[in-house]
């Protein structure tokens, strides 16, 4: 079964960086384009980043160009997520997300929580 688990969330001060971390197993991960979304608390879930099966091509929601940079390591069956300069409201669980033969698939989610 596909299965999707994250790691790398903390809390971070404003201006500081994480790296999140997403492995897959389940299907055949070198084929399938993978996302990361977030949702905070009272809001709904939000595509952040997207990259293609080869990592070549790579998207970003408007407000965090610039600060975070999805990539792919097909090898090793891991999508990361390096978010820079992080500020106040990127406070949010991270899902790492694929869609699969039609079905859209959810890790269990990473806190990253942004304070001083």
């Known amino acids: 079964q596909v299965q999707l688990v994250e790691s790398g969330g903390g809390l971070v001060q404003p201006g500081g960086s994480l790296r999140l971390s997403c492995v897959a197993s389940?299907?055949?991960?070198?084929?399938?384009?993978m996302n990361w979304y977030r949702q905070a608390p009272g809001k709904e879930r939000e595509l952040v980043a997207f990259?293609?099966?080869?990592?070549?091509?790579?998207n970003y929601a408007d407000s965090v160009k610039g600060r975070f940079t999805i990539s792919k390591d097909n090898a090793k069956n891991m999508v990361y997520l390096q978010i820079n300069s992080l500020k106040p409201e990127d406070t949010a669980t991270y899902y790492c997300n694929v869609r699969w033969r039609a079905v859209g698939y959810w890790g269990q989610g990473t806190q990253v929580t942004v304070s001083s």
């Open positions: 990259i293609n099966f080869d990592g070549s091509i790579t």
């Open positions: 389940g299907f055949t991960f070198s084929l399938a384009a």
